[in-house]
C-alpha cells in the first residue's frame, strides 16, 4: 500500500484494526519469548496499539515505527505521557523513558537507528502490507533487528473474497520468508468470531520465531 493510503485512514479515523484492549494472543504467548526483564522490543508498524502500554507496564523497553504523526500523537496522549520530539535523519523520534517511536517509513530504518532490540513483537504488520512488500518488510527486518527472536500473529482467510489489508499471510510465506533464518514454532491458531470484516471465515495465527542454532 502507500503511504497516501495509511495517511487517509489515519486522517479518517478508519481504524478498525486498532484494538481497545491489550491483544489477547500477546497475553498468552508473550512470555514464550522468554525475555529479560526491561528487555527492548521492537513493534514495527505499531499504530497506537494498546499493547505498548501493556508492555511498558510489563517493565519492557519498547521501540516502534509508524508513518502516521496522528497516530503517534494519539498514542502518547492515550499512554498519558509528555514525549520529547526531535528530528532524527527522516524520522520525528518521539521519545519518553523506556519508550522510542520513529515516525517515517520502516524501510528507511536502519540498525543504528533502532538500536538493540531483544525481540520483534508483529501484530497486524506482516499481514498490512501487499505481496510485493512482504517480502522486502521481512528481509529489512531480518537486518535491522539483527535477527531478534519475533512473534507474530497473522491473519488467515481465503484471498478471493475479500481484498486486504489486512492479507492473508499463511504457513508457506510465513516459511518462506524466515525459514533460512529462524527457528519456527507454530503456537496456534483461533478463529475469528462472526469471520474478518465480518465477511469471511478467518483464523489468527500465532508463530514464534527464534535464531537458527
Ligand atoms: C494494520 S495497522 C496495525 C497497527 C498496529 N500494529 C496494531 O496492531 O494496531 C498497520 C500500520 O502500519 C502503518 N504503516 C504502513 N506502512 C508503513 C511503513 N512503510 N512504515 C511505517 N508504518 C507503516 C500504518 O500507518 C498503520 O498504522
Given at each position: ?21 491489550t491483544?489477547?494472543?500477546l497475553?498468552?504467548?508473550f512470555d514464550?519469548l522468554n525475555l529479560a526483564p526491561s528487555s527492548r522490543v521492537f513493534i ?7 499493547d505498548i502500554a501493556w508492555l511498558l507496564a510489563s517493565g519492557y523497553q519498547v521501540v516502534g ?32 523513558p523506556g519508550i522510542d ?16 532490540v531483544d525481540a520483534i513483537y ?29 512473534l ?62
Amino acid at each position: 500500500m502507500e503511504a497516501s493510503f495509511w495517511h487517509q485512514k489515519w486522517e479518517r479515523k478508519e481504524i478498525a484494526f486498532h484494538e481497545g484492549d491489550t491483544n489477547a494472543l500477546l497475553l498468552a504467548h508473550f512470555d514464550k519469548l522468554n525475555l529479560a526483564p526491561s528487555s527492548r522490543v521492537f513493534i514495527p508498524l505499531c499504530g497506537k496499539t494498546r499493547d505498548i502500554a501493556w508492555l511498558l507496564a510489563s517493565g519492557y523497553q519498547v521501540v516502534g515505527a509508524e508513518l502516521s504523526e496522528l497516530a503517534i500523537k494519539a498514542l502518547f496522549e492515550e499512554l498519558g505521557v509528555e514525549p520529547n520530539i526531535t528530528l532524527h535523519g527522516n524520522f520525528m523520534r518521539y521519545h519518553a523513558p523506556g519508550i522510542d517511536i520513529f515516525v517515517g517509513d520502516f524501510f528507511d530504518l536502519t540498525a543504528e537507528i533502532i538500536g538493540e532490540v531483544d525481540a520483534i513483537y508483529d501484530r497486524a504488520a506482516l499481514v498490512a502490507l501487499n505481496d510485493s512488500l512482504r517480502g522486502q518488510y521481512a528481509e529489512h527486518l531480518i537486518n535491522i533487528s539483527r535477527a531478534a527472536a519475533q512473534l507474530i500473529i497473522t491473519y488467515e482467510y481465503d484471498q478471493t473474497v475479500i481484498p486486504g489489508p489486512p492479507f492473508s499471510v499463511e504457513e508457506s510465506q510465513v516459511r518462506e520468508f524466515y525459514e533460512a533464518t529462524y527457528q519456527l514454532t507454530f503456537v496456534e491458531r483461533q478463529a475469528i468470531e462472526g469471520g474478518l470484516k465480518g465477511k469471511v471465515a478467518s483464523s489468527e495465527a500465532v508463530w514464534l520465531l527464534k535464531a537458527s542454532v
